[in-house]
């Protein structure tokens, strides 16, 4: 080795060595960075399974909230039928006018008070069935909106 290459060989060994530690470093920083962004996505599809499964959730409330309304709507018309053709069967067997009168005023009264109170049982479910659909959903943004104050 030449006296020039001795002199340089110290700062060529330091450059060598800065390189060694600038490549250490890069690999080490991307490394973090894509288990970060793995991390990341990680957990996005978790909160995107989660969301789907409150969405389902929250149709299959709202589904069983619109079949129990049906059914209650399918007995009621039928009872309200049922008392129909009764009520038209004592008013055809009226022998006087103030009897069909009375037979009439006492099955308005009747079917005024069943409607106003199937009516009450009908709000009741759907207020039931409206409060179990939106519960899922509500408890996705509860979880988002504390996961946002978290990070602040």
């Not at 800065?18 to 991307?30: H, L, W």
Request: proline share 2%.
């Amino acid at each position: 080795m030449d006296a020039a290459a001795k002199t340089l060989k110290p700062e060529v060994d330091a450059a060598k060595a800065t390189a060694e530690q600038m490549t250490t470093a890069a690999n080490t920083a991307f490394k973090d960075g894509v288990e970060k962004t793995l991390a990341a996505v990680s957990e996005a599809n978790t909160h995107s399974k989660k969301n789907l499964e409150a969405v389902v959730a929250s149709v299959t409330a709202a589904t069983k909230g619109a079949e129990a309304l049906g059914a209650q709507a399918v007995a009621y018309s039928k009872s309200a039928f049922e008392t129909q053709v009764t009520a038209a069967k004592a008013l055809a067997g009226a022998k006087t006018p103030q009897e069909l009168f009375e037979l009439q005023s006492a099955f308005a009264k009747g079917a005024f008070e069943t409607y106003v109170s199937e009516l009450g049982k009908m709000s009741e479910t759907f207020a039931a069935s409206f409060k179990d659909s939106f519960k899922p959903i509500n408890e996705r943004v509860s979880d988002a909106v504390s996961k946002l104050q978290a990070t602040r």
